[in-house]
């Protein structure tokens, strides 16, 4: 199994703020993925991360909103640039062990006043 | 394309019954079936998968998972219910044939409350 971390575990920002997000995994893997969940709600993929190339968005999802680095196999950065209330979600990291296995991150609880 | 249904926001039981949340699912393909549960403050923890095989899958703390494919269901139980299994549940699925990657599409989730 992969081990994932997380930071920030949890932040307050100020809207129109931007903030990094970032995680970290114990092992190197080709596919990271971002999703977000959004307070009483489930899970929704954001974007799919592959080392080496540009991140795929989901429909509704942009990268001026949600750019994502992937400087190596074992790294990724989320940001969530210019906060609104309504970016106010848990934002988890996830990596694929196989095609019939998924990790998660512990997540980063975000807050936007 | 590629879906979860959970039908119930909540499912109420007490402690020592048995308890079922519901899932199900829509792919073009096979199915890759997942549950996961999140505890308050926590990370999603997985509990068990289907891939293929025996249609009754056993996973953690005593959970196991029925398979249904003409009811295109994976509905999750455990035989006696405790109050440290309430949480938030979610079924999640991955179709076999996407290549577009293993992507995960995940349902809205039940929150499970086991009462005394």
């Known amino acids: 199994s992969a081990v994932i971390s997380q930071k920030p575990s949890r932040d307050i920002c100020q809207r129109g703020t931007s903030l990094t997000i970032q995680c970290q995994v114990d092992?190197?893997?080709?596919?990271m993925f971002w999703y977000r969940q959004q307070p009483g709600q489930s899970l929704t993929l954001i974007a799919t991360a592959n080392q080496g190339s540009e991140a795929t968005y989901e429909s509704g999802f942009v990268i001026d909103k949600f750019p994502i680095s992937r400087p190596n196999l074992t790294f990724s950065t989320l940001t969530v640039s210019n906060m609104s209330p309504e970016d106010s979600s848990i934002y988890l990291c996830s990596v694929g062990g196989g095609p019939d296995t998924q990790y998660f991150g512990p997540g980063t609880r975000l807050t936007v006043l | 394309a590629q879906s979860v249904a959970q039908p119930e926001d909540q499912v109420n039981v007490a402690e020592g019954n048995p308890l079922t949340v519901k899932c199900t699912y829509s792919?073009?393909?096979?199915?890759?079936l997942f549950w996961y549960v999140q505890y308050p403050n926590r990370g999603l923890q997985f509990l068990l998968k289907?891939?293929?095989?025996?249609?009754l899958v056993k996973g953690s703390y005593g959970f196991e998972a029925e398979f249904n494919k003409s009811q295109t269901s994976f509905h999750l139980k455990k035989p006696s219910a405790l109050v440290s299994d309430s949480a938030l549940y979610f079924c999640?699925?991955?179709?076999?044939?996407?290549?577009?990657?293993?992507?995960?599409?995940f349902g809205g989730g039940t929150r499970l409350m086991v009462k005394p």
């Open positions: 999640a699925v991955r179709d076999m044939n996407n290549n577009a990657g293993n992507m995960l599409t």
């Open positions: 792919v073009s393909g096979n199915p890759y």
């Open positions: 289907y891939i293929t095989g025996d249609n």
């Open positions: 092992s190197q893997v080709t596919m």
